[in-house]
């Protein structure tokens, strides 16, 4: 018998809706907790309860969040908490350990803002997360780690948790059904015409429109591959309103018009790829494995994108796909050029990606070593024997 999983995370939780049906496919009862909208889930018919944190600084809210979550974990009783994004990974231990419970697994999908900008206020806060995560870590029963460069982090800093640490790549990715989403030739056809792309050649990025996922940089690089390509257009696919301060600002992105086209978050990303030719990713965040860039492999896609952990997992620099160092926008500029002039090699690298994310990052391969943690988890625990008869 498996036992019941509580996975909680932030806004974009409805993006592990594939996780959690593989999961249930596997015999595990799972219910959803998250900030984002509810729709998705009842979709999937995934049971799901909201709740809110502030993504930013706000100990106040948080002690609120904290409450409302050790309550929802007190009437839901699970076996295992799985959280996911880094203010659940800290909060949801405090909440667990209120009622006793300390069955918590945390992801670290990547070590975001905080351990990645070199702003004064990131800096004054890199102690602080530091001590909460050692503060929770003996609470923590498992931390899963999505790169080995963020597992050295959290080892080097003695900030994993009593039950140690393992190392499971990235999210997966749903490659069947992402595939069958991808539409005909004459849907895309219609849909370059309605974007107005005609036939220009296609530069996109989705991710959220911040100025530390490297935004300003694409837009510089973007001015100068419109300089030596005039039929280059890039297409950002992302939410700009829920960045707040870290936001790129509408006026930065009307400088670049007409070649720069900004047209928020969307439900069809597999059908906006396939009309691509080339994925830039600019990020300057630590990242977990940034699922955007498996999804762009599996859409034979040529990537670029930068030398931060996690993008470093799926590109190997002139193998597959290229690398450029964050906030460098000339050396950006002059991979799209190279990537959109050598389609024969482009599409080589592209080929070489796709073959990485089946082999290494599918959907089911990332369910089975996580169903194995949980498992084992209740089994060390002494709680296998509870489950089984609970039923």
């Not at 989705?206 to 694409?218: D, E, F, H, M, S």
């Not at 696919?237 to 670049?256: N, P």
């Not at 762009?296 to 290229?322: E, H």
């Amino acid at each position: 018998m498996n036992p019941y999983l509580l996975l909680i995370g932030g806004e974009n939780h409805n993006l592990r809706i594939p996780f959690i049906l593989k999961l249930k496919e596997m015999g595990f009862r799972a219910t959803a907790v998250g900030t984002g909208a509810p729709e998705p889930f009842a979709e999937a018919k995934v049971d799901y309860y909201p709740f809110e944190f502030d993504r930013f600084v706000n100990p106040l809210a948080d002690l609120g969040t904290i409450r409302a979550l050790s309550k929802l974990i007190a009437d839901l009783k699970p076996d295992v908490i799985q959280t996911f994004d880094t203010k659940p990974n800290v909060l949801v231990p405090f909440a667990a350990n209120m009622v006793g419970t300390l069955q918590v697994v945390r992801t670290i999908n990547g070590l975001g803002w905080v351990y990645s900008s070199r702003s004064l206020s990131a800096l004054a806060l890199r102690p602080i997360f530091r001590a909460l995560h050692k503060l929770t870590s003996p609470w923590t029963a498992l931390t899963v780690f999505q790169n080995r460069d963020d597992q050295e982090f959290f080892e080097q800093r003695n900030i994993v948790g009593r039950g140690g640490n393992q190392l499971i790549p990235g999210s997966g990715v749903d490659i069947e059904q992402f595939e069958q989403s991808v539409p005909e030739g004459s849907v895309v056809t219609e849909l370059r015409q309605t974007l107005g792309l005609a036939d220009s050649e296609v530069v996109i990025t989705v991710t959220r429109l911040a100025r530390v996922k490297g935004i300003p940089a694409l837009l510089e690089a973007a001015a100068l591959v419109h300089e030596r390509r005039k039929n280059v257009r890039f297409l950002l696919i992302g939410s700009r309103q829920s960045e707040g301060k870290l936001a790129v600002t509408q006026a930065e992105i009307d400088r670049h018009a007409p070649y720069v086209m900004a047209i928020g978050p969307r439900s069809d990303v597999p059908a906006l790829l396939s009309l691509a030719d080339v994925f830039a990713f600019p990020t300057e965040l630590r990242e977990g494995v940034p699922r955007v860039l498996l999804e762009a492999a599996i859409a034979g896609l040529p990537i670029v994108t930068t030398t931060m952990p996690g993008c470093v997992d799926i590109v190997q620099d002139g193998v597959s796909g290229f690398l450029v160092p964050p906030g460098k926008p000339k050396v950006l500029a002059d991979r799209i050029v190279n990537l959109l002039w050598d389609r024969q090699n482009a599409k080589a690298m592209a080929a070489r990606a796709r073959m990485l994310v089946k082999e290494q990052f599918s959907l089911k391969i990332t369910a089975d070593r996580y169903a194995a943690a949980y498992r084992e988890l209740v089994d060390r625990s002494g709680l296998y024997k509870q489950v089984v008869e609970r039923g």
